[in-house]
């Protein structure tokens, strides 16, 4: 592997970590540069070798989210099973077929959630009361199937789809949606890592070095987060879903 290859991979990954500590959505920094930079390297491989980046720098988000608010444990530990078990099932999937067939969808998706999220400016401002705790352990249940299962399969951009998801159907403001959007993300990345690690797909020369950078940028951005609040995450949701927007544009029109 040429040194520079790793270099260029590790300041995605700092970029990614950075990112994805403030919305979601550093997959899509990480995984374009990877498929470009390791043009011979089995896509199962490339998307297996970034789970441990991208679970690294999580945990390390994940820890400055947790000093700064409370979680409900049992509605996390739910959550969590659901989508380490789907996203283990969506990277066993990717392992046999191809993912491509979906991305028309999720660009369509993409631009109404980009549009939604604009056009109303107090989404995701403040936290709303509106479903029981039962409904709230049902409905989180049902989104950690579907993104769980999205995250093994495809994988960018999840943190994002999560954080919408908590926010439209549970009623989340966005530091909160964040912080469980981290929690649950870490699920569906050990899920699968663990598919992975079983098959022998991730490349740790690359994995490694490239966690360390992940885990720096991580640290950078889930303090300014913080420090910002609710507002300040909605521009960069908006910023990281157009990027999304091209990425899928990119891939579905020219690629």
Known sequence: METYIIIFLCIASFVAGFIDAIVGGGGLIQTPAALILLP??????????????????????????????????????LMAVVSFSFAYLGSSLLNVMQNDFMKPLLFVV?????????FKKDFGQFQIDKLSQNQIYIYGSVICVFLGFYDG?????TGSLLIMAFIAILGFDFLQANIYAKLVNLATNFGSITLFVLKGKIIWTIAIPMAICNVTGSWLGARLAISKGNGFIRIFFLIVVGLALLRFGYDVFLK
């Open 40 to 77: 011979n390297v089995p896509v199962a491989s490339i998307i297996g070798t970034l789970k441990i980046p991208g679970f690294s720098g999580t945990s390390m988000a994940t820890y400055h989210y947790l000093k700064s608010a409370k979680v409900n444990w049992k509605l996390f530990i």
């Open 110 to 118: 993409l631009i109404l959630l980009l549009l939604y999220t604009y």
């Open 153 to 157: 399969f495809i994988g960018p951009g």
